[in-house]
Antibody, heavy 122, light 110 residues
Framework: QVQLQESGPGLVKPSETLSLTCTVS??????????WSWIRQPPGKGLEWIGY???????NYNPSLKSRVTISLDTSKNQFSLKLSSVTAADTAVYYC??????????????WGQGILVTVSS | QSALTQPASVSGSPGQSITISCTGT?????????VSWYQQHPGKAPKLMIY???NRPSGVSNRFSGSKSGNTASLTISGLQAEDEADYYC??????????FGGGTKLTVL
């Protein structure tokens, strides 16, 4: 059973960089079928896919956030992280880390962290 | 990329069936069988209910079923129960190798 846990500051100032970490247990970030993902949900609104990182080092990001986002893996700690730069109030959201599982014939997000609320405010 | 289109709300009485639609384009829903559905209760993380259009993960009730026709996917819940009241989101892979979510549908069990 894969478990994910987000950690990081719950308050970030405007124009600064939001940094979150997701610790994975019950599975390895080096697994070839897994794409380690971040998804966010502004208060009272829907889900927005941010991007993912693969153990090979490849990444893919939401085009609307691409210029500000970096997702990376730390295989030694079995963690992955999210950095979002130049944040504004519009980036206030619950941030979820998740596992995207993809095989040759199947692809879906199956495991989610509990989520962490990040508020952007001075 | 625009979000997939879902109705904002649906409702039904216990025991009834409801269907939630998820409309995209040939670049996402219509182009791939990688459509998933998630259930989210207030304050909780989303839970996978359907994957690859019509497959149920282990442990999910067979009252939940999924289908797709053209650019529109659908989630049907039969034998509606009070515990089904939640928000539901669809998701699809896209031609840009990215993922899109629907805007979400609030299900009310009357």
């Amino acid at each position: 059973q894969v478990q994910l846990q987000e950690s990081g500051p719950g308050l970030v100032k405007p124009s600064e960089t939001l940094s979150l970490t997701c610790t994975v247990s019950g599975g390895s970030v080096r697994s070839g079928s897994n794409y380690w993902s971040w998804i966010r949900q502004p208060p009272g609104k829907g889900l927005e896919w941010i991007g993912y990182s693969y153990y090979s080092g490849s990444t893919n990001y939401n085009p609307s956030l691409k210029s500000r986002v970096t997702i990376s893996l730390d295989t030694s700690k079995n963690q992955f992280s999210l950095k979002l730069s130049s944040v504004t109030a519009a980036d206030t959201a619950v941030y979820y880390c998740a596992r995207l599982y993809c095989s040759r014939t199947s692809c879906y997000i199956d495991y989610w962290g509990q989520g962490i609320l990040v508020t952007v405010s001075s | 990329q625009s979000a997939l289109t879902q109705p904002a709300s649906v409702s039904g009485s216990p025991g009834q069936s409801i269907t939630i639609s998820c409309t995209g384009t040939s670049s996402d829903v219509g182009g791939y069988n990688y459509v998933s559905w998630y259930q989210q209760h207030p304050g909780k993380a989303p839970k996978l209910m359907i994957y690859d259009v019509s497959n149920r993960p282990s442990g999910v009730s067979n009252r939940f079923s999924g289908s797709k026709s053209g650019n529109t996917a659908s989630l049907t819940i039969s034998g509606l129960q009070a515990e089904d009241e939640a928000d539901y989101y669809c998701s699809s892979y896209t031609t840009m190798s990215t993922w899109l979510f629907g805007g979400g549908t609030k299900l009310t069990v009357l």
